[in-house]
T-cell receptor
Framework: AQTVTQSQPEMSVQEAETVTLSCTYD???????LFWYKQPPSRQMILVIR??????QNATENRFSVNFQKAAKSFSLKISDSQLGDAAMYFC????????????FGEGTQLTVNP | EAQVTQNPRYLITVTGKKLTVTCSQN?????MSWYRQDPGLGLRQIYY???????DKGDVPEGYKVSRKEKRNFPLILESPSPNQTSLYFC???????????????FGQGTRLTVV
């Protein structure tokens, strides 16, 4: 069974600084997707960024980028130029390529942005 | 607008009183699922459905029921709620895409359930 681990329950960052959230996963599959979801106080689950395992290039979405290390099964999220609106719970998630595959989530990291 | 709609958003109920949380999507997605979110545990899958009349258990199915009579709807039923089912619940939907197709799961707004 696949597992996803986020070892940082809480992180904080100063506004305009950079922060990295860690995520590791365990799987025997070779093809899969990885995601970072943001959950602000509104509770809405917002997709931040996705990575397909067969792509060696790290995904980037504006101020958000990932460091995908397939051999190490590591998938960290870097937030540059942090903004107050980035404060949220962040979840790392995994799914295989197979049809109907479910998402497996990590425990979450609560990010605080200090002004 | 593409969306997943859950109702209600908040619910307080008493132990043993049957309740249903509704979920509806307008994106013609085949795959729908229910998750519960608890502090320190992330989101865990309760049940899922790969299409109409096809449902199966997830990781934490005890105490829950689902049905999929129509493609767009996937209600979650708690026939005899207990306090340990107090949680934040999410419905999600996506396509059953073939291998290689990247697909995003769309989430409902969440339902905060309290069982006293």
């Amino acid at each position: 069974a696949q597992t996803v681990t986020q070892s940082q329950p809480e992180m904080s960052v100063q506004e305009a600084e950079t922060v990295t959230l860690s995520c590791t996963y365990d799987t025997s599959e070779s093809d899969y997707y990885l995601f970072w979801y943001k959950q602000p106080p509104s509770r809405q689950m917002i997709l931040v960024i996705r990575q397909e395992a067969y792509k060696q290039q790290n995904a980037t979405e504006n101020r958000f980028s990932v460091n995908f290390q397939k051999a190490a099964k590591s998938f960290s999220l870097k937030i540059s130029d942090s903004q107050l609106g980035d404060a949220a719970m962040y979840f790392c998630a995994y799914r295989t390529y197979f049809s109907g595959s479910r998402l497996t989530f990590g425990e979450g990291t609560q990010l605080t942005v200090n002004p | 607008e593409a969306q997943v709609t859950q109702n209600p958003r908040y619910l307080i109920t008493v132990t043993g009183k049957k309740l249903t949380v509704t979920c509806s999507q307008n994106m013609n997605h085949e795959y729908m699922s229910w998750y519960r979110q608890d502090p320190g545990l992330g989101l865990r899958q309760i049940y899922y459905s790969m299409n109409v009349e096809v449902t199966d258990k997830g990781d934490v199915p005890e105490g829950y029921k689902v049905s999929r009579k129509e493609k767009r709807n996937f209600p979650l039923i708690l026939e005899s709620p207990s306090p340990n089912q107090t949680s934040l619940y999410f419905c999600a939907s996506s396509f059953n895409s073939p291998r290689g197709a990247s697909e995003e799961a769309f989430f409902g707004q969440g339902t905060r359930l309290t069982v006293v």
